[in-house]
């Protein structure tokens, strides 16, 4: 049996409880080593055989699995690996095999990173929506999802796998329709110990990774959501009448 596990952001306390009992169960681990915290590996057995997958190709990787589809086997990726994890091919390789398999979400890095800045995405008259995406580079996005043309909702954005093109993020967040001072921040390895923060704006985005030296392992974060002005919810408004609640009037 194999099971994709999310690792979470990286914290090793992030993953979720039935991830951790895997792990600990697990006879082969094959772990996402670039991304991965290696703390985790600590909660397998002592005779668990471990593989690092970024030193392999996906052949590879299917041919572990397969050779040991009589035992418990972990796929053990970075946060939720429903979020840029190439977990669809290796599972189509499973089904092709006949090997059984099951997927156990994760935390996943722009919850880490929101959590990190104090953040909500979804503020009451502020947005709504959040638009979870990339920059096109060696891996192209397809046209109509072009940073660009998303940027045109104005939405809450959290752009992953970008770090190292922050001046290529930040001429299609300007082109798009982001003001230079709509909000935005960088989040260096969310949860890790070694996490850091940069608060900036879209239009101080490129200089501001620059200066902190960030290529790689972070989250960028755009929005409104991240100043100060909100809506109160309704949910607890007193006067909003819900389901277990009666309201005092109307609420504005």
Not at 107 to 132: N, R
Not at 183 to 189: F, L
């Amino acid at each position: 049996m194999v099971h994709f596990v999310g690792a979470g952001p990286g914290a090793p306390d992030l993953i979720t409880l039935r991830g951790a009992e895997l792990l600990r169960q697990a006879d082969v681990v094959i772990y996402a080593g670039s991304l991965v915290n290696p703390a985790l590996l600590e909660m397998a057995r002592e005779d668990c055989r471990v593989y690092n997958s970024a030193e392999m190709t996906l052949e590879q990787v299917v041919a572990v699995m397969d050779e040991n589809r009589s035992g418990e086997v972990v796929r053990l990726h970075t946060g939720d690996p429903c979020l840029y994890g190439a977990i669809r091919e290796q599972m189509d390789e499973l089904d092709r095999l006949g090997i059984p398999w099951d997927d156990t979400p994760g935390v996943s890095s722009f919850c880490g990173a929101a959590a990190a800045l104090g953040a909500e995405y979804t503020l009451p008259g502020v947005s709504q929506t959040v638009i979870i995406t990339r920059m096109a580079g060696r891996t192209g996005v397809p046209e109509p999802e072009s940073l660009e043309l998303l940027a045109r909702h104005g939405a809450s954005m959290a752009v992953f796998l970008s770090a190292g093109m922050l001046d290529k993020v930040q001429e299609s967040l300007l082109q798009g329709g982001y003001a230079p001072d709509t909000p935005a921040a960088i989040v260096y390895k969310a949860t890790w110990p070694d996490e850091r923060i940069m608060r900036c704006t879209v239009g101080t985005l490129a200089q501001s990774g620059q200066e902190a030296g960030i290529r790689k392992t972070a989250m960028i974060l755009v929005g409104g959501f991240l100043s100060g002005g909100y809506e109160r919810s309704k949910l607890y408004d007193p006067a909003f009448t819900t389901e277990f609640r009666e309201g005092t009037g109307s609420c504005g």
